[in-house]
Each structure stands twice: as structure tokens, then as C-alpha cells.
């Protein structure tokens, strides 16, 4: 049997990673004060469709521990900050009955309790959290992940639709919108957000990697191939994007190149057992003459035409 051949129908049935998650670093939005004006707070993002990697997905805990007596926002985001997320629930459930009228503890309870699990909690608190301000973005953005999870897509639209009113350049709501126009099967819808997305920020590597995944997963490797590149370019200790680029390398018959962006996938996490998989495949190859592929620099413009190109950039 052809080598190539043999390893697109092995290909049928391998696995690619589908990790889009982009996992934002803890920032203060403002200090409480007496009057219960904006505290310091955490923002967290979850993206994208199969895999919620590096600690995201919300977690399950024991019940929710009591809190008497009184307590502040700093007791509330220590516990948050050390993912004691029952403890967060507690402090915050307690502070919004001190403050009731501060929108960002009903934000941070919300965000507690979709680490701990408890969605309805959480969509109870991102709601009170835009009764008092209706234009809280991060309780827009938060509830919208809230429903995603719950499937509920049109609403989860609703939300994002409205945060990107009041913020038309924020990153984080077009790759949302890419992420649920993909698990709809709504292809083009989710090409165009995360574009929109990477224009915005050409250094976003999460959307880099999403789109290159739904290229990859539409039959359009060729497409894929330098979203998955720079996205390795610009974050090389993910093990996902060096395996996806290898998988768009497979999918074009670049072997000998495949096996190196497995090889390293395993280099930045040698347990990653779907690199190992692809990578003893690609090695039981006896591959003919491969075209090189050649990485453009990451942070290249970003231009209409590009999503319609090829994507490929091969010399000989």
C-alpha cells in the first residue's frame, strides 16, 4: 500500500487535539471601599470546543462550607487565587450580603461557583452582578461561557453580542463566538470570528490554533498549517499546538516534518499520550521526497486575503 495512503486512512480514526483555551492571568480591576465601589478581581477564560486544558474545567468539590461573621473581597480572591473555589463560593455568598450593591462580588461569586461546578449558582450570580450594572462586560463575557456549557447557544450569542457592543475590541468575545459557531457546525461563522479575533491581536495564539483547528477538522489542512505555526511560534511549551501542527503536516504528506512537531509535543509534556500515538505512526512511514514547509514570522500581518489562501509556504 502507498505510505500515504496507508497513513490518511490511519488518519480517519486518530485523534487531534482540540484545545483552544485561553487561560488569562489574574488582574485587579479596582480596590474596595466604603461605599462598595469596584474591588480587586480575578478574570479567568475558557475557549474552545473538546478540551478545556491546564486546570479549566470547572471543578467538583466537597459541600459548601459555612462562613459566619464578617469578611472582605481580599479573603474571597485569596481563596479564588488558590483554587479553593466552595471556600470563594462561601466568602462571596457572604460579602454580597454585605455589599449587596457591588456588582463585582456577585462577579466574583459567579466565577466561584462555575470553578466549583455550580452552574445555576453561577448564572444567578453574573445576572444580579448586570442588574446592577448592565454593562459589566466580564459578567456578559462569564454568564456567556455559563450557557455554553449548558448549551445554551443562542443566549450565550445574546450576551457576547452585547458585550461586544460595549467593547467592539475585545479579543475574548470574538474567540467565544468562534468557539459556539464551531460546536454549531457553523464553519465560516467561526473562520470569520476567530479572524476578527487575530486582528485584534495579532500575538493570540489560542485563536491561531482554534482556527487552524477548524480548518483542520473541515479537510483544509493547507489552511491550517501556518495558524498552527505561529501558534507554536508564539507559546512553544504547548504540547497541543506542536501536536496539531502535526497533524496538518501528516494531513499533506510532510512525514518526516509531523514527526518532529510530535517530537516536540512530548519535549514540552512527555506524557502527552495522543503525540505519542501519532508520532510511533508517522515513524512506521517510509516516506518519499517531502516538500519543505517553511514558517512565516508570528506576528505578521493578519489580512482578508490570507484566510482564502492556501496557507502553506513551501520552498524547494
Keep these: 500500500m502507498n505510505p500515504r495512503t496507508h497513513v490518511r486512512t490511519a488518519l480517519l480514526v486518530a485523534t487531534v487535539a482540540a484545545v483552544g483555551c485561553?487561560?488569562?492571568?489574574?488582574?485587579?480591576?479596582?480596590?474596595?471601599?466604603?461605599?462598595?465601589?469596584?474591588?480587586?478581581?480575578?478574570?479567568?477564560?475558557?475557549?474552545?470546543?473538546?478540551?478545556?486544558?491546564?486546570?479549566?474545567?470547572?471543578?467538583t468539590e466537597d459541600a459548601t462550607p459555612k462562613i459566619s461573621g464578617p469578611v472582605s473581597f481580599a479573603d474571597?480572591?485569596?481563596?479564588?487565587?488558590?483554587?479553593?473555589?466552595?471556600d470563594a463560593t462561601a466568602i462571596f455568598e457572604r460579602y454580597t450580603v454585605q455589599r449587596p450593591k457591588?456588582?463585582?462580588?456577585?462577579?466574583?461569586?459567579?466565577?466561584?461557583?462555575?470553578?466549583?461546578g455550580d452552574l445555576t449558582k453561577a448564572e444567578q450570580a453574573f445576572e444580579q452582578a448586570l442588574a446592577i450594572d448592565p454593562e459589566h462586560v466580564k459578567s456578559l463575557v462569564n454568564l456567556s461561557?455559563?450557557?455554553?456549557?449548558?448549551?445554551?447557544?443562542?443566549?450565550?450569542?445574546?450576551?457576547?453580542?452585547?458585550?461586544?457592543?460595549?467593547?467592539?475590541?475585545?479579543v475574548v468575545v470574538y474567540r467565544l463566538l468562534g468557539r459556539i459557531h464551531y460546536v454549531q457546525g457553523e464553519t465560516d461563522e467561526a473562520?470569520?470570528?476567530?479572524?476578527?479575533?487575530?486582528?485584534?491581536?495579532e500575538l493570540d495564539a489560542w485563536s491561531m490554533n482554534n482556527l487552524g483547528l477548524v480548518y483542520l477538522e473541515t479537510q483544509r489542512p493547507g489552511d491550517a498549517l501556518q495558524w498552527f505555526a505561529k501558534a507554536v511560534e508564539l507559546k512553544k511549551d504547548v504540547a497541543a499546538f506542536h501536536n496539531n501542527l502535526g497533524m496538518a503536516l501528516e494531513h499533506t504528506g510532510r512525514f518526516r516534518a509531523a514527526a518532529t512537531a510530535?517530537?516536540?509535543?512530548?519535549?514540552?509534556?512527555?506524557?502527552?499520550?495522543?503525540?505519542?500515538?501519532?508520532?510511533?505512526?508517522?515513524?512506521?512511514?517510509?516516506?518519499?521526497?517531502?516538500?519543505?514547509?517553511?514558517?512565516?514570522?508570528?506576528?505578521?500581518?493578519?489580512?482578508?486575503?490570507e484566510f482564502e489562501a492556501d496557507g502553506q509556504t513551501a520552498s524547494k
Design 102 to 116: 457591588n456588582p463585582w462580588g456577585h462577579y466574583m461569586l459567579g466565577l466561584s461557583a462555575w470553578k466549583s
Design 145 to 170: 461561557r455559563v450557557f455554553i456549557e449548558q448549551k445554551k447557544h443562542d443566549e450565550a450569542i445574546d450576551r457576547l453580542t452585547r458585550a461586544a457592543e460595549i467593547e467592539p475590541e475585545s
Design 76 to 86: 474571597g480572591e485569596a481563596a479564588y487565587q488558590a483554587t479553593k473555589y466552595r
Design 22 to 59: 485561553s487561560k488569562q492571568s489574574a488582574t485587579s480591576q479596582a480596590k474596595a471601599g466604603a461605599t462598595g465601589g469596584a474591588p480587586a478581581t480575578v478574570e479567568q477564560s475558557v475557549d474552545f470546543t473538546k478540551a478545556k486544558p491546564n486546570g479549566e474545567d470547572s471543578v
Design 262 to 305: 510530535y517530537t516536540s509535543a512530548l519535549a514540552a509534556d512527555a506524557g502527552y499520550a495522543k503525540a505519542k500515538q501519532n508520532l510511533a505512526r508517522v515513524e512506521a512511514v517510509k516516506p518519499g521526497p517531502e516538500e519543505p514547509f517553511v514558517i512565516e514570522p508570528a506576528a505578521s500581518t493578519v489580512g482578508g486575503a
Design 191 to 201: 473562520v470569520k470570528a476567530y479572524s476578527r479575533a487575530i486582528e485584534l491581536n
